[in-house]
C-alpha cells in the first residue's frame, strides 16, 4: 500500500488491522526520499471477510493514498 509518511500513519494501519481481527506477521516499509512511503503487510492466516473489512478500515483512515490490496499467499 502506499501511505502518506505521516506521523501516526502506521498505527492507523495496524489499528484498522486489530479491528477486523487481523493479526500482522510481518511489516516493512521501503525506502523512500518524499512524503510517500510504499509499505508492505504479510498477516497471518485469516479469513477473507475479515481481510476485506481490513481493507476497508484502512482505506477510511485518511493515510493510503490509494485503495490498499491484497495478494493471496499459498502454502505448497
Known amino acids: 500500500m502506499t501511505l502518506k509518511d505521516a506521523p ?3 498505527a492507523k494501519v495496524t489499528r484498522a488491522l ?10 516493512r516499509q521501503n525506502a523512500h526520499t ?3 512511503a510504499p509499505v508492505l503487510v ?3 492466516k ?8 481490513a481493507l476497508a478500515g484502512i482505506a477510511s483512515t485518511g493515510v493510503s493514498l490509494e ?5 493471496r499467499i499459498e502454502e505448497v
Open 18 to 27: 486489530a479491528d477486523a481481527g487481523v493479526s500482522i506477521d510481518r511489516m
Open 34 to 36: 518524499d512524503t510517500v
Open 67 to 71: 485503495d490498499p490490496v491484497a495478494i
Open 46 to 53: 485469516t479469513t477473507r471477510s475479515e481481510l476485506d473489512h
Open 8 to 10: 501516526g500513519a502506521l
Open 42 to 44: 504479510v498477516t497471518h
